[in-house]
C-alpha cells in the first residue's frame, strides 16, 4: 500500500478542478451533481470555490446504487441513500462529478439516473482522479488529476467529511 | 448475507428492520419524480400468488415491483386449477418452470407462505397468512409512524378491534415492540388475547391510558362464523371513533391509522378521514415505499 496523494495534493486537484470549471463557463451559471458517495463531497467542495469566485452555482447529490448492472454479483444489494436534486434537471447544463474516475460504470448508472430527472441541455464530467482503464467509451471534462494505474490496483480516495481525513492510497495486487 | 426471504417480522432482529425502514425513504422519494421507476430488478419476475382476495395489498405489491422495473405475473387463484383440486405443492411445480425469482403469497392458511419457501429458490414474500402474519404491513405502518415520531422508542400506540383474529395486529404490535413502542390492545374482551401487552376492554379506559396514536382494526366479517357485535351501529358506538371522540382524539393531537379497506360508520366516522392527524392515504403510499425496500432487500437463490 502507497500513500498516492496527501492532503495538499488533493487540495491542489480539487481546486485545479474548481479552476477549470469557472473559466470554462460562459455565464457564471454553474449546476454540479455530485455521485454518492464522496463524489458529493467533492461536488461540495467544488461548489464552496466556485461560490468563492463569485460563480452562480446549485449543487446536487445523486445516489445511482438502483441503476448499478452488477446486482447479479453482489451479496447484498448497495445501501442505499436518497438523491437530492432541489432544481429543475430539465433543460439545465450539468456537471457531473466524482471522485475517481475507473472502468466509467458509474457514470452510465449516473447518466441514466439523471435523465430520470428531466432531459438536461447538456452534461458534463469533472473527476478528481482519472486513473485510466475505461471499459465504456466515457471522457472526463474537468479532471483534477490523473493517475498512473494498473488495472488491478486498488485506489481508494478518503475524504475529510466522509471519511476523517484527505488521502489517496493504491493498493496493487500481485 | 441478505435473507431470501421475508416470512414474519418475529425473526427480524431491530437493526434488519431498521435497515428496511431507512431504505423505504429513498424509494418514497422517488414517488415525486417525473420517472417514478427504477431499474434495480429489470429483468426479474415478481409472481403474486394470491390464495385469498386482495385488490389493495395485490395492487400495492404490484406497483412496487413494476417501479423497480421487475416483470409482473398475477396467478390470480382463486379462478385457476386450485379450485380444480391442484394442490399447493402441484402449483409450485409449475411456478417453478416460469422461474420467478420472486413469489407474494397470499393464503388463508398461516405457515403456507412458509412452506412455499422451502420448496423454492425464488424469494417468497408473505402478503399475508391466515391469522399468523402480514409483516409488509407492519414494516409501511411503523415506516408511517417514524415519519411523524422519528424516535418511536417510548410512545404508546393502542391497536382497537378484534385483535385475536387480526394478523394485521399480530405483526404490528411486535415491530412496534422491537422499536421500543408501548403497545396496547383494546376491543371486546373474548376478542384480546393475554399477552405481554397493555390490554384494555373498554374505549374510555384505553384512551386514560394517552396513547399517541390509535391504530383501528377493520372489523373482518368474512372471517369470523358468528359476528362478535349484534349490528355494525354498536361496534362504532362501543368500539368505533365517533364524532364525539373524534373531538377529543383532535384535542389530544393523536394520530389515527387504519390498515384498510375502512368500514365507514364501523371502525370510524367520515370525519376522521378529513382530520389532519389522520395517517390512512400515507399508509397505502407508504406501503409502495416499504414493499420495494423489501423487494429490494432479499436476495433470490435462482441464478
Not at chain 2, 419457501?117 to 417514524?146: C, E, K, M, W, Y
Not at chain 2, 393523536?254 to 389532519?276: A, K, Q, S, T
Request: aromatic fraction near 6%; proline fraction near 4%; hydrophobic fraction near 40%.
Amino acid at each position: 500500500m502507497s500513500l498516492a496523494l496527501d492532503p495538499q495534493a488533493i487540495s491542489t486537484a480539487v481546486s485545479r478542478l474548481a479552476d477549470s470549471i469557472f473559466e470554462a463557463s460562459v455565464d457564471g451559471n454553474i449546476d454540479l451533481v455530485g455521485i454518492r458517495s464522496r463524489g458529493d463531497e467533492v461536488a461540495e467542495r467544488v461548489f464552496c470555490l466556485l461560490k468563492e469566485k463569485g460563480a452562480n452555482v446549485r449543487l446536487g447529490v445523486l445516489d445511482i446504487s438502483l441503476y448499478r448492472d452488477d446486482f447479479e454479483h453482489l451479496h447484498e444489494n448497495p445501501k442505499l441513500q436518497s438523491s437530492e436534486i432541489d432544481f429543475p434537471v430539465d433543460k439545465s447544463h450539468i456537471i457531473l462529478v466524482d471522485d475517481v474516475l475507473f472502468t466509467g460504470r458509474t457514470i452510465r448508472a449516473a447518466l441514466d439516473a439523471l435523465f430520470d430527472y428531466g432531459r438536461p441541455a447538456s452534461v458534463q464530467l469533472a473527476v478528481l482522479i482519472d486513473r485510466g482503464h475505461r471499459e465504456l467509451p466515457m471522457v472526463p471534462d474537468y479532471v483534477g488529476k490523473i493517475l498512473e494505474t494498473n488495472r488491478l490496483d486498488h485506489v481508494l480516495v478518503r475524504l475529510k467529511n466522509t471519511d476523517g481525513e484527505d488521502a489517496l492510497e493504491i493498493t496493487s495486487k500481485k | 448475507m441478505a435473507r431470501k426471504d421475508f416470512l414474519d417480522i418475529v425473526t427480524l432482529d431491530r437493526e434488519e428492520i431498521i435497515h428496511l425502514l431507512d431504505q423505504a425513504k429513498p424509494f418514497k422519494d422517488l414517488f415525486t419524480r417525473s420517472v417514478k421507476k427504477v431499474p434495480a430488478l429489470n429483468g426479474k419476475t415478481v409472481l403474486m400468488l394470491f390464495y385469498e382476495p386482495s385488490t389493495r395489498t395485490l395492487s400495492s405489491f404490484e406497483v412496487a415491483a413494476k417501479r423497480l422495473s421487475a416483470d409482473v405475473t398475477i396467478f390470480d387463484v382463486p379462478h385457476s386449477s386450485v379450485t380444480k383440486g391442484e394442490s399447493v405443492r402441484d402449483t409450485i411445480d409449475t411456478l417453478q418452470a416460469m422461474r420467478a425469482d420472486y413469489i407474494v403469497v397470499r393464503h388463508r392458511l398461516s405457515g403456507q407462505p412458509a412452506a412455499i419457501a422451502r420448496q423454492t429458490g425464488a424469494s417468497v414474500i408473505n402478503a399475508g397468512d391466515g391469522a399468523h402474519a402480514h409483516p409488509t404491513q407492519a414494516l409501511l405502518d411503523a415506516f408511517t409512524l417514524r415519519e411523524v415520531h422519528p424516535d418511536l422508542a417510548g410512545k404508546k400506540v393502542l391497536i382497537m378491534g378484534d385483535i385475536l383474529h387480526s394478523r394485521v395486529a399480530r405483526s404490528t404490535s411486535t415491530i412496534l415492540d422491537k422499536l421500543g413502542v408501548e403497545v396496547a390492545y383494546c376491543g371486546p374482551g373474548s376478542l384480546v388475547p393475554h399477552t405481554h401487552f397493555k390490554r384494555f376492554t373498554s374505549y374510555d379506559e384505553a384512551m386514560k391510558w394517552g396513547p399517541d396514536a390509535v391504530y383501528l382494526l377493520r372489523v373482518q366479517k368474512e372471517r369470523q362464523e358468528a359476528p362478535f357485535y349484534p349490528s355494525d351501529r354498536e361496534y362504532h358506538s362501543v368500539f368505533g371513533v365517533t364524532q364525539e371522540r373524534l373531538r377529543r382524539i383532535s384535542e389530544e393531537g393523536i394520530y389515527v391509522m387504519h390498515p384498510g379497506p375502512i368500514n365507514r360508520g364501523v371502525e370510524l366516522c367520515d370525519d376522521v378521514l378529513d382530520y389532519e392527524r389522520c395517517l390512512i392515504s400515507q399508509q397505502v403510499e407508504n406501503g409502495i415505499a416499504a414493499r420495494m425496500s423489501v423487494l429490494y432487500g432479499l436476495k433470490p437463490q435462482t441464478s
